[in-house]
């Protein structure tokens, strides 16, 4: 989730850990200067981000290299239009109670501030698909559907991979109006699920995390219709969350993985003249040229279609989703 307050690549280590002081102080926002790192903190530059954190260094190192991996994927989508200057700042904080003291969102993972310029999480206790603490929810899934929930909890690899996203596009868009929010929060999910394999930064894997919501929704003939979720500004996209954030994702995943839609490059068009015009009504007229209701229903089948066809990378996710289908009747 992308909120503003009002409103694969080596590492470099630049700057070693900084001792932190002995006395408590308030923790400054966006960057710092090594004496404004407080007491039980840390501060590291490596690569191209500032990361401060009070959360396990092991933890944190994993998400470094990550996200500088990351970034050359955002470059490769969207080639940077200015410098990139100083490193870009992420906070995880040891705990999600510290993590919304510090004035997060209740219901976020992480989020991105434009107007601090950083972007902050929280050890969620689950680091690339990895558990790094036992659970502490107290609670013990018994439905088919909350077994199925359960084996999706925020990862903090995916939970960055989709913030660092907003970081990069908002640096360098640098438009005042509202952002288009199904590629702007799409192009977040879909960088959720990405892991190195082989070597190599894998993006492009299916959303474990909104497989569901939107398969039952196209079951259900309760989806969006693709023409007027182009248009949505934040406002509209967050009324609806839960739905537009799962069909904002499989409609850039289609987009960008289906073998015939994907040569059309729609996507990029529209991110281009958006960058260009500043404008969401020019970029869905630009990318969209010349578009009449057949041209719509012809994508809308396809997305559909292609979208039912997606299944959970986790193996038992999809035998619990089958189970749950069979459940309610469909």
Known sequence: MRWTPLCCCALVLLVTAVVAQD??????????????????????????????SNAPWESVEVVA?????????????????????????????????????????????????????????????????????????GTTPVS??????????????GV??????????????????????????????????????GGQMKVGRVNDYRLGTIRSAIKRSKTIPLKDIVGWDQQKYYAVAGLAYAEGWSLVHFLMEHPQWKQKKLLQKYMTNFVEQHSIEEAVQAAFKG???????????????????????????????????????K
């Open 65 to 137: 290299k990550h996200m500088n991996a990351m970034l050359e994927r955002y470059k490769k989508l969207y080639p940077p239009v200015k410098q990139e200057g100083k490193a870009y700042v992420v906070k995880i904080f040891k705990n999600r109670a510290e993590f919304l003291k510090y004035g997060a969102p209740p219901n976020a993972g992480g989020y991105f501030s434009k107007t601090d310029q950083e972007m902050v999480g929280f050890d969620t206790g689950k680091v690339g698909g990895v558990s790094t603490k036992a659970s502490t929810t």
């Open 160 to 197: 960055f991979a989709h913030e660092g996203w907003h970081q990069y596009f908002h640096k360098h868009c640098g438009s005042g109006v509202p952002f288009p929010s199904w590629c702007d929060e799409g192009i977040g999910e879909y960088f959720y699920g990405s892991r190195v394999e």
């Open 23 to 52: 006395q408590e102080t308030k923790l400054t926002k966006g960057d710092w200067r090594d004496d404004q790192v407080p007491k039980g903190w840390a501060r590291k530059v490596i690569g191209k981000y500032e990361f401060q």
């Open 291 to 329: 578009w009449k209701d057949e041209h719509w229903a012809a994508m809308e089948k396809d997305w559909k279609e292609f979208t039912l066809t997606l299944k959970y990378g986790d193996a038992e996710a999809e035998i619990l989703a089958a189970e749950l289908d069979t459940e309610e009747g």
């Open 144 to 157: 088919l559907r909350e077994r199925l929930a359960a084996r999706f909890s925020m990862d903090l690899l």
